[in-house]
């Protein structure tokens, strides 16, 4: 998974997105999710480094199969947090 961390004066967002889908763009019924490579490529880290930043993250922006399972699997979010756009998993946490 890629994890950046965006650093703004009072906050920091994190984008966490499966590999495989950095630089691509889906479309469906008005949504537009673009996995740019300027938000969301940032560190390439296993599983319990980026376990460890969302669990210390106030805002996540988390995109992908295995990224969502392991925000799930670990009760960072809820079923009812995700959304699908072209069948691709995302949700954010504020």
Not at 32 to 47: C, H, R, S
Not at 68 to 73: R, T
């Amino acid at each position: 998974m890629y994890v950046k961390i965006h650093k703004t004066e009072d906050r920091e967002i994190v984008a966490i997105c499966d590999e495989e889908l950095i630089g691509k763009k889906f479309e469906d019924n008005g949504l537009v999710l673009d996995v740019n490579e300027t938000f969301y490529k940032g560190q390439k880290l296993d599983d319990d480094a980026t376990l460890e930043i969302m669990k210390k993250s106030d805002i996540l922006n988390i995109v992908g199969k295995k990224s969502i399972e392991l925000a799930l699997k670990n009760n960072i979010i809820s079923k009812e947090n995700i959304i699908k756009i072209k069948g691709i998993p995302h949700a954010q946490v504020f």
